[in-house]
C-alpha cells in the first residue's frame, strides 16, 4: 500500500523559514520522480518543485525560485522542501506526490500516480 505523509506545516511569520518533508512507503522510491504542489484557499492547486530519482534535476516554479529547494534522500524514502523568505502569498496546503513513469512535465498534476493528505502552511504578514 502506497502512503505519503507530510509533516512540518506549521505558523511562521512572514520572512521566515520552514522545512517540509515527505515520508513514502510502498513505493521504489528512488526511482521516482517526487513533487511538491500547494493549493490557497479559494485557488487551484499549483506546482511549487519536483525532483528527479537522481537527485541532480530540479524544478521550481517561478513564484518560489531562489526561495525554496526541494531535495530527496533515497536511503530514507523522504523527499523534503525547505522554505525560506516565506511571504504571506505562501499560504496554503502543501502537498508532496509521487510518479512513477517519469513523466515528462513536472509541472503537470496528471504526471503523478501518488498524493499525500497535505500539511497546512501559514505565513502571518
Known amino acids: 500500500q502506497v502512503q505519503l505523509v507530510e509533516s512540518g506545516g506549521g505558523l511562521v511569520q512572514a520572512g521566515g523559514s520552514l522545512r517540509l518533508s515527505c515520508a513514502a512507503s510502498?513505493?521504489?522510491?528512488?526511482?521516482?520522480?517526487m513533487g511538491w504542489f500547494r493549493q490557497a484557499p479559494g485557488k487551484e492547486r499549483e506546482f511549487v518543485a519536483a525532483i528527479r530519482p537522481n537527485v541532480r534535476i530540479t524544478v521550481y516554479a517561478d513564484s518560489v525560485k531562489g526561495r525554496f529547494t526541494i531535495s530527496r534522500d533515497n536511503a530514507k524514502n523522504t523527499v523534503y522542501l525547505q522554505m525560506n523568505s516565506l511571504k504571506p502569498d505562501d499560504t496554503a496546503v502543501y502537498y508532496c506526490?509521487?510518479?512513477?513513469?517519469?513523466?515528462?512535465?513536472?509541472?503537470?498534476?496528471?504526471?503523478?500516480?501518488?498524493w499525500g493528505q497535505g500539511t497546512q502552511v501559514t505565513v502571518s504578514s
Open positions: 506526490a509521487a510518479d512513477a513513469a517519469y513523466g515528462t512535465y513536472v509541472y503537470q498534476e496528471y504526471i503523478y500516480d501518488y
Open positions: 510502498g513505493v521504489a522510491f528512488s526511482t521516482y520522480t
